[in-house]
């Protein structure tokens, strides 16, 4: 099925406004944060061990490829028995806007997926883990930059969220991100494979 970027782009956005109604993080005026520990492998590897979440920083090209499209456990082309499998039955089941592909949302675990084989993940909850990157719900603006330094970045002065957003050569996969303006801080990540 072949998506144009408009529908992509009205997809994300309608995917954002279900998920800002479905699963607001609880506010306690601070943000907290993990310490963080580094540590180099014998690869000449970072990692960060923030949050338990691994920042592994390779001396390697940074295109997006679809090695790219996965969340902790997540990635796209995954068949949904699977993600029941790991996430359980869903507690909303739609479709896609305009497509007709199921739509499976878990609003208590800040995760969205759309596609009989996923090619949407939507996740705004840390605990479904980091890309392969070492990027994670909560990452930092800086470390976002670092890993993904090929992304385009769009200061929306209508919105509080800063977006940036990183496609492969052949324009197949896209992964954007929402960072808070006011914590600096990622709060959400959509993966896409254009089919």
């Known amino acids: 099925m ?4 408009s529908g ?87 479709i896609v806007h305009g497509i007709g592909d199921p739509q499976w949302e878990y609003p208590d675990q800040g995760l969205i997926v759309g596609g009989d084989l996923v090619f949407i993940i939507n996740v705004s909850s840390v605990n479904l883990g980091s890309t392969p990157r070492g990027i994670h719900i909560g990452s930092k603006e800086q470390d976002v930059r670092e890993a993904y330094p090929n992304a385009e970045w769009d200061r929306n002065t209508d919105s509080d969220l800063l977006e940036g957003f990183d496609k492969s050569s052949d324009g197949k996969y896209e992964i954007t991100f929402f960072i808070s303006k006011k914590s600096g801080a990622l709060s959400r990540i959509v993966l896409t494979n254009e089919i």
Do not use: Y
Request: aromatic fraction near 2%; charge should be positive; include cysteine.
């Open 8 to 94: 992509l782009l009205v997809l994300i956005i309608v995917l954002l406004v279900v998920m800002t109604g479905c699963s607001a993080p609880e506010k306690t005026g601070k943000l907290q944060t993990a310490p963080e520990s580094r540590a180099t492998s014998s690869n000449g590897a970072q990692q960060n061990s923030t949050n338990n979440q691994p920042k592994v920083t390779i001396n390697e090209s940074k295109e997006l490829t679809e090695k790219d499209m996965r969340i902790g456990k997540l990635f796209l082309g995954e068949n949904l028995t699977k993600v029941q499998q790991d996430f359980g039955k869903p507690k909303v089941i739609t």
């Open 2 to 5: 072949k998506m144009n970027k």
